[in-house]
């Protein structure tokens, strides 16, 4: 069985970015060491997300470009050690920095730099600018290609994200997170994974960072198997909430053939009927009406 090995980086910021930097390649090195064919890290791993209890003013300072010395460097180790690389970043950008996450395959190749379209814009997050679109690509690895896209953390809370990663064809999703994975978000992953039938990775500080409880988790999207008798624990990895280096086998080949002949997906979609949901015109919405352009 040839599986691919996702490592979440479930570490702590340190006082930094010169720290983050250093820690951040000696932890792909033992990702690598351990096996992993795609590293992940945190959400917003330059800088800690320290953006919390802090002026905009200052916080913005802690962005950098998405081609500056701190993020090449995660794409010449990715070439160095054969491994893809998951690194996130609070990234300059225009008149305002956003929340980011550049994939570089094993060959050291720039995959896609993909911005968080879900900001939490209800607190420090407003400050941010949103991404335009979901990306997915091509990813080669040990294991061949693996079509992945990604979404961060609050994306988690909008079905549309994993929806739409889904239908341009994306097998594994992957998920920078900063924020306490209790029962109920952790739910959400488990529904996007199975609801779709793609594999959910999502990374997120450990218990020592503030607001931050671990729980780093996997969910490889398969809930049948023939021969067995009900549904499966689509969980293929939970972690506590220690620091370190959280590894499992993705089996790609299972989840194609699931994907061939299971019913959920884009198997039996209506979106004919699904108008509404791009509608921004709603005169009295069940909640709140606070649509960001």
Not at 168 to 186: F, S, Y
Not at 246 to 269: I, K, P, T
């Amino acid at each position: 069985m040839n599986l691919l090995q996702i490592a979440l980086l479930q570490i702590a910021p340190c006082d930094t970015q010169k720290e983050n930097l250093e820690k951040g390649i000696r932890y792909c090195k033992k990702a690598r060491a351990e096996g992993a064919d795609i590293a992940l890290f945190p959400e917003m791993w330059n800088s800690g997300y320290r953006i919390y209890n802090r002026l905009f003013s200052e916080w913005k300072k802690d962005a950098i470009s998405a081609d500056s010395d701190f993020i090449n460097a995660f794409g010449a180790l990715a070439k160095e050690l054969d491994m893809a690389i998951g690194i996130t970043l609070l990234e300059e950008y225009e008149n305002a920095p956003r929340n980011s996450l550049v994939l570089f395959d094993r060959f050291g190749e720039r995959k896609f730099i993909y911005a968080k379209v879900h900001t939490c814009d209800f607190d420090a997050e407003q400050n941010l600018t949103p991404g335009e679109d979901f990306y997915v690509t091509e990813l080669p690895t040990a294991c061949g290609v693996v079509k992945t896209g990604a979404m961060i953390c609050f994306d988690r809370e909008f079905p549309e994200s994993a929806r739409i990663l889904m239908l341009k064809g994306a097998e594994l999703i992957l998920v920078p997170n900063a924020c306490p994975m209790e029962i109920n978000r952790l739910s959400q992953l488990r529904a996007r994974a199975y609801e779709n039938m793609t594999a959910v990775a999502t990374c997120n500080y450990p218990d020592t960072v503030p607001d931050c409880n671990g729980h780093s988790s996997i969910f490889d999207g398969i809930a049948y198997l023939p021969g067995l008798d009900g549904s499966r624990d689509t969980c293929i990895l939970q972690a506590d909430g220690r620091e370190g280096i959280y590894l499992a086998g993705l089996d790609l080949e299972m989840l194609r053939s699931y994907r061939e002949h299971e019913v959920h997906g884009n198997a039996y979609r209506h979106p004919k009927k699904y108008g509404l949901l791009t509608d921004t015109k709603i005169e009295k919405p069940f909640i709140r009406n606070h649509y960001r352009e």
